[in-house]
């Protein structure tokens, strides 16, 4: 995933740094952005990346609690959401799977969105 150039418009938190620091022990997505694009709303993506197999439902998990502290993290404000897999390929039993999970952020729920390694944050889609 390529990052949006200016980057005093975004923030990216490690999810496994999140982990350590703020003793949060449940499986979370390896990165949460919080985007504000030039004169737009606050956007908020929870990030799985994946180069081999994988299964669904836990990287279903990773991204619904990576939501969560999002949420946490928010406070009163509000955003735009949407998860994603970054990937390299995908078998299609787990396409399949993937289709049918939804992630919450408070009022929104939406689809996991796969998005082949390399595109840019542009390439997803808020909604």
Same mark, same amino acid.
């Given at each position: 995933?390529?990052?949006?150039?200016d =980057?005093?418009?975004?923030?990216?938190?490690?999810?496994? +740094?999140?982990?350590?620091?703020?003793?949060?022990?449940? *499986?979370?997505?390896?990165?949460?952005?919080?985007?504000?694009? $030039? @004169?737009?709303?606050?956007?908020?993506?929870?990030?799985?990346?994946?180069?081999?197999?994988?299964?669904?439902?836990?990287?279903?998990?990773?991204?619904?609690?990576?939501? =969560?502290?999002?949420?946490?993290?928010? @406070?009163?404000?509000?955003? *735009?959401?949407?998860?994603?897999?970054?990937? =390299?390929?995908?078998?299609?039993?787990?396409? $399949? +799977?993937?289709k049918?999970? $939804?992630?919450?952020?408070?009022?929104?729920?939406?689809?996991?969105?796969?998005? $082949?390694? @390399?595109?840019?944050?542009?390439?997803?889609?808020?909604?």
């Amino acid at each position: 995933m390529l990052l949006p150039a200016d =980057n005093r418009q975004w923030l990216c938190l490690s999810g496994t +740094k999140y982990q350590a620091h703020h003793g949060y022990s449940s *499986k979370l997505c390896d990165f949460i952005l919080f985007w504000e694009p $030039r @004169g737009g709303s606050l956007h908020v993506a929870t990030l799985e990346l994946k180069s081999g197999s994988f299964r669904a439902g836990s990287v279903g998990d990773q991204l619904q609690n990576g939501a =969560n502290v999002a949420d946490l993290l928010l @406070g009163a404000a509000s955003a *735009k959401f949407a998860p994603a897999l970054i990937h =390299n390929g995908i078998k299609t039993q787990e396409t $399949r +799977k993937l289709k049918s999970l $939804r992630i919450r952020l408070r009022s929104a729920s939406e689809l996991i969105q796969p998005i $082949r390694s @390399g595109q840019p944050t542009s390439s997803i889609d808020w909604g």
